[in-house]
């Protein structure tokens, strides 16, 4: 199944251990978690309803925008691909946006 239209996209920031990821879970039973251990591989992702983004500025910009597009996007598997199509994403991080990366 493609996706047709935009994943809704939220973001929730405060201190480490105020609960972010917590909060997140409650929002949808059927989520997966992206932690910065995970590197680029999704491994464990079935295109749950919400995708969950314990963020520190190692996903690009353009990553977020793919995921977040009405377009057709693969995330990379160990071993291959999964079609990304959840309907929702939190980013969870302890800084505003404009700290997430460097300036080129």
């Given at each position: 199944?493609?996706?047709?239209?935009?994943?809704?996209?939220?973001l929730i920031i405060g201190d480490p251990g105020m609960?972010?990821?917590?909060?997140a879970t409650k929002l949808n039973n059927d989520y997966f978690i992206k932690t910065s251990n995970m590197e680029k591989w999704w491994d464990?992702?079935?295109?749950q309803e919400l995708v969950i983004i314990d963020f520190y500025g190692w996903i690009s910009p353009n990553e977020?925008?793919?995921l977040a597009d009405s377009k057709p996007y693969q995330v990379q598997t160990k071993g291959g691909f999964q079609k990304f199509t959840s309907k929702?994403?939190?980013i969870t991080s302890n800084k505003y946006p404009?700290?997430?990366w460097r300036p080129k």
């Open positions: 199944m493609d996706r047709k239209e935009k994943t809704e996209l939220y609960g972010k990821t917590t909060f464990g992702y079935q295109q977020i925008m793919n929702a994403i939190v404009g700290n997430w």
